[in-house]
């Protein structure tokens, strides 16, 4: 007997169970997105290896530990994609998009992959729902960006569950300063800090304000803030983004420590949090990155995006889909009943019922137990002597009480119990 192959660790299946919250998430997201005037790109799922490492950062934990990295049969290097927006950008570039007015809105569904240690709601492939708005630099962008994040998770009932998390971590006029203080700082105080934050002191300093462990935090809450260190350009243009936030009633928290993974990002920084899935606290984050576009071999264009997590969403929504199952299942009783019953079943799903369809070769016991598996409110019965008098039995499957109609007019009593669901 051959042994059942696994899926591979780090990755798993949407079973059919699941996926009512998965269409949910994505339902809303679209319907929220194009709202704002966003518009879908779909970017392949692999790129050319040098995008990754030249955006988001060759120093950056991503590119140095986590990418999934191969070398094609040509001898390229090619690099499953870690994140969406080096992808969207380097489209935005190839293809002309900076043309459009600005901004260009995009959005992007879909799957990322990085080697990290499988957790709840953080696996190897992960899905993420992506927004980037390109090409303008006023804050009062990086307001409306954060507006449609809130606005996708009020769509599906958890902005209630969340907390805006919001900072500016400078730009390339002011960083520099800060992280030579921030340095200093933490060699100082190195011998309290774990061997990661060690590391990533010398490498990329900032990410050092982003440990969950414990013992840093001491130490950490005592390091110098981005938010003393930031000229007057950033400093104003924070300004505006929280008092444009504050106009739409937009509550946030500003958490000086907030930093986000990859280098590309400027300014506006922000995170909506829970506290209901332990160490994975964020399930969206994102920021500005106005000098990535140029960095990709494209004009200077400002922009800013988010991503949400879908696995860490669908961990937060109930187990109750908001979708509802089938209405009905029709039971026919031998091939006749079934000839009859197809054009019924085809006519109600055509109008958005949702029915099941026996192929009458099951008797009727096994039948209804089926219906009360698929937990359907009505079955539908129809064999020979119904045949001969023109009817069908609708059956309500909690009392059992039976009702007989014509079968002339099945399809619209079906479309009656459909619209009182």
Known sequence: MSVAIK???????????????????????????????????????????????????????????????????????????????ASVLRAYVEH??????????????????????????????????????????????????????MELFQGVGLADRLTLALNSIGDPACRPAYREKLVEYLRRRAAELCQECRERAERNPLRVLDCKKPGCQPVLDEAPSILDALCRECAEHFAHVRRYLEAMALPYRVTPRLVRGFDYYVRTTFELLTGELGAQNAVAGG???????????????????????????????????????PLALLIPLGDAALLRLFPVAQAVRKQGAVVELGYGVRRLRSELDRANR????????????????????????????????????????????????
């Open 96 to 149: 002309g998009l900076h043309v459009q007015p600005k901004p260009v809105r995009l959005y992007t569904i879909g799957p990322m992959f990085r080697y990290e240690r499988p957790q709840a709601g953080r696996y190897r492939q992960f899905h993420q729902l992506n927004l980037e708005a390109v090409g303008e630099v006023h804050p009062g962008l990086d307001a409306e960006v954060i507006a449609v994040l």
């Open 287 to 325: 920021g500005r990155y106005d000098g990535l576009v140029q960095l990709l071999g494209g004009p200077p264009d400002p922009g800013i995006g988010f991503a949400v997590g879908m696995e860490r969403v669908v961990l937060l929504l109930s187990s109750d889909s908001n979708k509802a199952g």
């Open 7 to 85: 899926a591979v660790r780090g990755v798993h299946d949407i079973l059919p169970a699941d996926t009512p919250r998965w269409q949910r998430v994505e339902a809303t997201a679209r319907r929220v997105f194009e709202a704002h005037g966003y518009h879908e790109i779909r970017p392949p799922i692999f790129e050319r290896t040098e995008l990754f490492a030249r955006g988001i950062g060759e120093l950056t934990d991503i590119v140095q530990k986590e990418m999934y990295t191969f070398e094609d049969k040509g001898g390229e290097s090619l690099t499953l994609r870690p994140e969406a927006t």
């Open 374 to 421: 698929l937990k359907v409110p009505y079955a539908v019965i129809v064999g020979e002597s119904e045949l001969e008098k023109g009817e069908a039995l609708i059956r309500e499957m909690t009392s059992g009480a039976q009702r007989v109609v014509p079968l002339s007019r099945l399809e619209g009593e079906l479309m009656t119990l459909a619209g009182r669901r």
